[in-house]
């Protein structure tokens, strides 16, 4: 899987198609935001092997550890496997079209992940909140919880 020519623009217009989406497990969740951000830059959908089949988030943590044995983090180090991402060593490494694993004392809530899951943007990441999209700095403030546990990078296709 390899991100397409013009990868930034399809990320960008995504993003600003769903910006004012509120949370809502099965169709528009931190799993399926991050896979459709990922589907609009390659044309292939991640998610394919759980979406569709969850509605709400007890649901979404039994898919993925049925898909890979455990929860997002599994989940993510399975699909990089597959579809040949690197998993990036440093979240101070983090470039705009990479996808982020956020804190979840930070970004979930009361909902018993271990993670959420978010596109990088840049000097920002982007996940999904209650109301909208959320974003949070991809660097955050030295002696504070860091907010990006994880990043995955996704090649771009080169002619």
Same mark, same amino acid.
């Given at each position: 899987?390899?991100?397409k020519e013009g990868w930034p623009?399809?990320?960008n217009a995504h993003i600003r198609a769903v910006r004012k $989406?509120?949370?809502a /497990?099965?169709?528009f969740d931190c799993c399926l935001f991050a896979a459709d951000c990922? $589907? /609009?830059m390659t044309g292939?959908?991640?998610a394919a092997d759980f979406r569709g089949k969850y509605s709400t988030m007890e649901g979404a943590i039994a898919a993925l550890k049925e898909f890979s044995g455990g929860g997002l983090l599994e989940t993510m180090l399975l699909l990089a496997e597959r579809f040949g991402w690197e998993k990036i060593d440093h979240r101070y490494k983090a470039q705009r079209g990479d996808i982020v694993m956020g804190n979840p004392k930070v970004l979930v809530g009361d909902y018993d992940m271990d993670g959420s899951m978010g596109?990088?943007?840049g000097p920002i990441c982007v996940f999904v909140g209650d109301q909208d999209l959320k974003a949070v700095s991809t660097i955050e403030n030295k002696g504070a919880e860091p907010t990006i546990l994880h990043v995955w990078h996704i090649p771009v296709a080169r002619d």
């Open positions: 899987m390899k991100k623009e399809l990320m $989406q509120p949370f /497990a099965g169709t990922v $589907q /609009a292939e959908d991640p596109i990088c943007c």
